[in-house]
């Protein structure tokens, strides 16, 4: 596992500036990188790869504030409420599952999920806004559901889950893309939060503690690159961006597959 604090704050920057490039905190290309390029363990890696995510989701939220200002987000608050009602219940089981799982399936559980992001990613980033796909109890019911299923994702692979909320957001609730992109967020923090606090009763959660340099160093440069990211959102195309991202989550994904 590299020691230097530059490879860490580097990485972490590089992959934050791709997150902030298409509105995710990055996590997804984070975390093959943790267990290829580290080497730290599938569990170790997810729960280093939650901490990180953490921090970028807290600090997105204000970045993004001066164009989906509080009020907005705040308007939309049962939206929220109806896809938390899945979402926290799912991370608390996904969580527990991953805890339970043999390296060898935990690898395999990664990569397969990693590919289904990467389909979900360039068939539903140029999602627009429309009539939410359903109404009243059918869109409460399907929202729950939806939520479950991100949030079990979101606990095993440590990601914020906003390359499904987005697309869930966009298509069943009919929300803007740039505000799906502000509710997401609020959906994350806390069904991190919830897989976070699962996470803590298993052993691997130490490696915070031994790993804290590493964990700060990178939370830093994700941070700084999700930052840089945004700003470079109106410079770099999205038809040579996405396709580019989807093939590194493929690639990704065939290396967690592999590793022993």
């Known amino acids: ?108 559980v990664i990569a397969v999920m990693l590919l289904v992001i990467a389909v979900i990613l ?42 499904l909320l987005i697309p869930t957001l966009v298509l069943l609730f009919g929300a803007d893309i740039k505000l799906a992109g502000s509710l997401s967020l609020v959906v994350s923090l806390p069904t991190m939060l919830v897989g976070f606090a699962r996470y803590s009763r298993d052993q691997s959660f130490s490696t915070i503690r031994r790993n804290l340099m590493f964990v700060l160093l990178m939370a830093v440069g994700s941070t700084v690159g999700t930052f840089i990211g945004g700003r470079l959102l109106g410079i770099v195309p999205s038809n040579i961006l996405i396709p580019l991202l989807v093939l590194i989550l493929i690639l990704s994904a065939i290396k967690v597959w592999r590793h022993k």
């Open 1 to 108: 596992m590299p020691d230097s604090k530059i490879a860490a704050f580097g990485g972490g920057a590089i992959i934050g500036m791709l997150g902030g490039l298409i509105g995710l905190g990055g996590a997804e290309f984070r975390l093959p990188l943790l267990i290829g390029i580290f080497g730290f363990p599938g569990l170790e890696a997810v729960i280093l790869n939650k901490t990180m995510s953490l921090v970028v989701v807290a600090t997105a939220l204000p970045f993004r504030a001066s164009t989906v200002p509080w009020t907005l987000v705040a308007e939309h608050w049962p939206v929220v409420v109806n896809l938390l009602g899945g979402s926290l219940v799912g991370a608390w089981f996904g969580a527990g599952w991953a805890t339970k799982l043999k390296s060898a399936t935990l690898y395999r």
């Open 122 to 163: 360039g068939v539903g980033h140029e999602a627009t806004a429309s009539q939410p796909l359903v109404t009243g109890t059918a869109q409460v019911l399907l929202g729950v559901i939806t939520g479950f299923g991100i949030g079990v994702v979101a606990a095993l692979l440590g990601v914020a889950g906003g390359e």
